[in-house]
């Protein structure tokens, strides 16, 4: 196995500290608010893509995988150049830009969240759920429940921390304890706001333990924290972010339409407003959100997709029929 990512990015820490071999193209996203940030671009998307054809020419992969973004998009373009399948994992609801332009030729399309299917309309697609470090294991959460998890995201989230410390002592005298991860942003905060019941944090590598012990997450609904939380079975009050176009919105909806999670928009968020919308979760309520949170949970997701590969790597008279 050989993995591709963006030069000077986390994952030429990360990838070898894991024990996998590793190999980068120098490649950036295009910047849809500073347009004038996109003027390399067109000298860069050739250059990574002479690199990423060496590397496919060097490893002569079976099968190439692409999680989504921009930094897939050499090594999977090398990859339809040189007639090699390749199989795309699509974690947002509303399909990226790089999925959407490599979709046509992919052999199949893993989904994490229902409804991307329907913005995919006559490709190959499987509902597989994102891979998950190991860890998240599903329980049962107390009713009425216990401790609230609150999260941002590894940036924080400023609104939601904001709404977080104003409601601070209705929260504290809700539950027996408030855990608050607050992102980088929220450090000097976290530091400002003292509880007897009140844990805040700016950031943790060990979410799932912390939601090993939750009974009630309020989070952004990006698809990482969605999964994790499902994979748990945890009922969800979801903030959904206004970046990014706005993708977060129809995560946030899909996980509402499964019965999983109540929508809280980030404009009317305070902390009045989320005191309100946890005091309007009787039990019978938490009890039927953290049930559909548990089915729509996927913690083989890796497998799943595993399945996919094996099957798309092999000879094509001996692959089975697949249906969606």
């Known amino acids: 196995m050989l993995l591709v990512g963006r ?16 190999a980068t193209v120098n490649i950036r996203g295009l910047d849809r608010d500073a347009v004038w940030k996109n003027l390399a671009l067109p000298a860069l998307v050739p ?20 999680m989504g973004g921009y930094v897939m998009a050499p090594a999977i373009a090398a990859a339809r150049m040189r007639r090699i399948p390749y199989v795309l994992h699509e ?17 199949m399309i893993c989904t994490t969240l229902p409804g991307t299917e ?25 009713v009425p429940p216990r401790t609230l998890l609150i999260t941002g995201g590894s940036q924080g989230a400023r609104n939601l921390n904001q709404a977080v410390w104003s409601a601070l ?44 012990r939750a009974d009630l997450i309020v989070s952004r609904a990006g698809v990482g ?16 972010g206004t970046f990014g ?11 509402v339409e499964a019965g999983a999670a109540v929508r809280v928009g980030d404009a009317e968020l305070s902390g009045a407003s989320l005191v309100a919308t946890i005091a309007e979760l009787d039990d019978d309520r938490l009890r ?10 996927r913690r083989d997701a890796a497998d799943r997709v595993l399945a996919v590969l094996h099957e798309v790597a092999r000879p094509p008279g001996a692959r089975r029929a697949h249906t969606n």
């Open 7 to 22: 030069r000077g990015g986390p994952e030429e820490r990360l990838v070898p500290a894991a024990g996998f071999e590793l």
């Open 118 to 142: 329907k913005r995919l309309r006559g490709r190959r697609t499987e509902l597989t759920g994102v891979p998950l470090r190991a860890g998240f294991t599903r329980r049962t959460p107390e």
């Open 91 to 107: 974690k947002d609801v509303r399909p990226g830009l790089a999925t959407r332009i490599f979709a046509g030729g992919a052999a």
């Open 225 to 240: 924290t969605i999964a994790e939380a499902a994979a748990v079975g945890l009922p969800m009050i979801l903030v959904p």
């Open 169 to 212: 002592d209705d929260l504290c005298g809700r539950f027996h304890e408030v855990v608050h991860v607050a992102g980088r942003q929220g450090a000097a905060g976290v530091a400002e706001h003292a509880h007897a019941r009140y844990r805040g944090m700016a950031f943790t590598d060990d979410m799932p333990d912390l939601m090993a």
């Open 288 to 297: 039927a959100m953290a049930k559909a949170s548990a089915s729509a949970g």
């Open 245 to 255: 176009g706005g993708h977060q919105e129809e995560n946030a909806a899909a996980m």
């Open 47 to 66: 250059a990574s893509l002479l690199a990423a054809l060496r590397i496919v020419d060097r490893f002569r992969p079976d099968v190439v995988l692409g």
